[in-house]
């Protein structure tokens, strides 16, 4: 994997319709930092997200590497939804990858991978075998094969039970360090656990706040005191 | 899923008693219906026609059944080859799809002559009655099926630097083939009307040729007779191909569900 870049945005801005949806955001996301993203639906979290990944453009502003070399080809990303293929088994879904750019997929390293994720005995079962849990793993495991150094997920947890999404936390915030990393979520404690930078969007047309995070490491304990005490001033401030 | 046993024994059942309920409904209006029989031979009479007709109907049924396995791989091989270019290449979609719905609007019933005139009365003229017949819902439900690909798999492919090419080999293609298999089996059921239609207007074997020769000699029973097989091989047919793409799409829990 090459270093992970810091994203810089520079005066982004889109509308909807005839609306400013967001305009004139400024903000550098560190490198080898997980940014969290939290806000209400609707704000643009998703919009802003696709942008960063090149899936769309902004109408006004840019959005740039500050290493100064193209995001293109360095953005892995995880979707709310798992969006494995159905038909394919999962070691051809964490593959995929290679497999649309024209490479021989690497096997061994899938298998690796899906060991490190807890799926090595389902790799050559159809996604349809597996729980919801497990299809996120397998999911996780896709992004990790791409092995990028950029990596963008929007709400990845958010259908997962409680139990499954802090096991899902725990394995992100692992095997997703030092990555330059941009996270939606709407679950405060999930921003708490997690995050090295928080930002909540809000506004019409809306901007961005640094909110603070709890002090230790990510992927902090559940039941720490400064994750619990953060998670609850942060739902507070989400309620305002 | 494992099914019980008065499951798949109720699957097979049903369309047993469901015929045998018509054939005695038929048997009793033919008895007791007071209409003469050259108007509506009885099931007794058109069975004995089958026996008796084997000689004709059996050369019959199997120019017909090449007529139709041939338009349909033709048409199925055509109208999906049209579906994969206007999925890669909008300008083709707007240029030939007026072409195709115009293909639709005109009866084959009007087409069948021309056709006969220009492709001869041997084979050909009905193959391409069928493949005319068949081209539309195969292009249709490929094309829907090839335009509806998730958003969310379109993303993914795209930050991994795939090719359109590619994304339709491994994302469009399979994502489309349930929608394609509508269109396939609604190809199979309607495959033999082409077929026959051309067979009816200028040939020299076919069931449709059989059926309209024995209408000329009032041989009613012999036609319900061709009618017949022509329903029987038509089922055959749409089972095997039923079977056949329910095993293609093995990743579909819904296929289970379909009898």
Same mark, same amino acid.
């Given at each position: ?16 319709? *005839?609306?400013? %949806? ?12 997980? #940014? ?6 609707? /704000?643009? =979290?998703?919009?802003?997200?696709? &942008? ?5 453009? $902004? ?6 590497? *500050?290493?100064?070399? $193209? ?14 293929? $159905? ?30 994720? @807890? ?13 919801? +849990? ?69 506004? *019409? ?24 005490? !953060? ?10 | ?43 007794? !009479? ?26 349909? @791989?033709?048409?199925?091989? !055509? ?22 719905? %115009?293909?639709?609007? /005109? ?15 041997? &084979?050909?003229? =009905? ?11 195969? #292009?249709?439900?490929?094309?829907? @099926? ?21 994304? %339709? ?24 009307? @082409?077929?026959?239609? +051309? ?13 309209? #020769? ?11 007779? !061709? ?7 038509? /089922? ?8 056949? %793409? ?14």
């Amino acid at each position: 994997m090459t270093p992970p870049p810091g994203i810089r945005l520079e005066g982004v801005g889109l509308d909807f319709g *005839n609306a400013p %949806l967001f305009r004139g955001l400024d903000l550098l996301l560190a490198a080898g930092h997980m #940014t969290v993203l939290l806000g209400a639906s609707g /704000v643009g =979290k998703t919009s802003l997200l696709r &942008m960063i990944g090149g899936l769309a453009a $902004p109408d006004y502003g840019r959005i740039i590497a *500050n290493d100064d070399l $193209p995001l293109a080809g360095r953005v892995a990303w995880m979707g709310q939804q798992d969006l494995l293929l $159905p038909w394919a088994s999962v070691i051809d879904n964490v593959t995929l990858g290679a497999r649309l750019r024209g490479e021989r997929p690497d096997l061994a390293r899938a298998r690796h991978l899906l060991g490190c994720v @807890g799926l090595a005995d389902q790799a050559g079962v159809l996604p349809a075998a597996l729980s919801g +849990g497990m299809r996120q793993r397998a999911a996780l495991a896709r992004v990790l094969y791409e092995d990028r150094p950029v990596v963008l997920m929007d709400e990845p947890f958010s259908a997962l039970d409680s139990v499954t999404r802090a096991r899902m936390q725990d394995l992100a915030g692992r095997m997703l360090a030092e990555r330059t990393v941009v996270l939606i979520t709407h679950d405060p404690l999930e921003a708490c656990r997690l995050a090295d930078t928080m930002l909540l969007m809000a506004g *019409n047309p809306a901007t961005l706040a640094h909110l603070d995070v709890p002090g230790g490491t990510a992927p902090r304990p559940v039941d720490a005191p400064a994750v619990l005490s !953060a998670q609850a001033s942060l739902l507070r401030r989400m309620m305002q | 899923m494992i099914r019980p046993a008065s499951h798949r024994v109720m699957t097979v059942l049903r369309p047993v008693l469901t015929c045998a309920g018509l054939v005695a409904l038929w048997g009793a209006l033919a008895r007791w219906g007071h209409v003469p029989p050259y108007m509506l031979p009885a099931p007794d !009479a058109v069975a004995r026609a089958l026996w008796s007709g084997r000689a004709q109907l059996e050369p019959a049924a199997v120019t017909t059944l090449e007529e139709t396995l041939l338009g349909l @791989g033709i048409g199925i091989g !055509a109208g999906s080859m049209l579906a994969i270019g206007m999925a890669l290449w909008a300008p083709l979609r707007r240029w030939v799809m007026p072409m195709v719905l %115009l293909s639709q609007a /005109v009866p084959v019933f009007a087409l069948a002559p021309l056709l006969v005139l220009w492709f001869g009365f041997g &084979m050909a003229s =009905k193959v391409v009655m069928a493949v005319l017949v068949i081209f539309f819902p195969v #292009t249709s439900a490929l094309g829907d @099926g090839l335009r509806q690909t998730e958003a969310g798999w379109m993303d993914l492919a795209r930050t991994m630097g795939a090719t359109r090419w590619r994304v %339709l080999v491994h994302i469009r293609l399979p994502a489309a083939m349930p929608a394609f298999a509508t269109g396939v089996r609604m190809a199979t059921a309607i495959a033999p009307i @082409g077929a026959v239609v +051309g067979e009816w207007v200028g040939a020299s074997s076919g069931l449709g040729f059989l059926m309209q #020769t024995a209408n000329t000699r009032f041989q009613t029973d012999l036609m319900f007779a !061709a009618l017949a097989v022509l329903a029987a091989m038509t /089922v055959l047919l749409w089972w095997g191909v039923d079977r056949l %793409l329910a095993r293609a799409l093995y990743w579909r829990p819904a296929h289970a569900d379909i009898d």
